[in-house]
Nanobody, 115 residues
Framework: QVQLVESGGGLVQPGGSLRLSCAAS????????MGWYRQAPGKQRELVAQ???????NYADSVKGRVTISRDNAKNTVFLQMNNLKPEDTAVYYC?????????WGQGTQVTVSS
């Protein structure tokens, strides 16, 4: 029963910040890579950031320098710190994990950047 639950989204003005959280359960969290993706209406789901079990990180060019992904293995949680947000960052943000050949997704959390 792998479950991923995102939280922390909301309404922010351009230039503002948000910290998203993804709480995982039902897996040995520290063993797996985790990722954050986003999907805007009418668009494909796209990678935002990912972090490996050894904390190596990778970012999409569109967010590099504004976003930091991190994980707290003791709390089974992965975070996405987002700074200097832009209107084009508006989307539903999902966390995911690839485990035993299956990709699991959370329910998503809405991020809206607007003045």
């Amino acid at each position: 029963q792998v479950q991923l639950v995102e939280s922390g989204g909301g309404l922010v003005q351009p230039g503002g910040s948000l910290r998203l959280s993804c709480a995982a359960s039902g897996l040995a969290f520290s063993l797996y890579h985790m990722g954050w993706y986003r999907q805007a209406p009418g668009k494909q789901r796209e990678l935002v950031a990912q972090i490996t079990s050894t904390t190596t990180t990778n970012y999409a060019d569109s967010v590099k320098g504004r976003v930091t992904i991190s994980r707290d293995n003791a709390k089974n949680t992965v975070f996405l710190q987002m700074n200097n947000l832009k209107p084009e960052d508006t989307a539903v943000y999902y966390c995911n994990v690839f485990r035993y050949g299956i990709i699991y997704w959370g329910q998503g959390t809405q991020v809206t950047v607007s003045s």
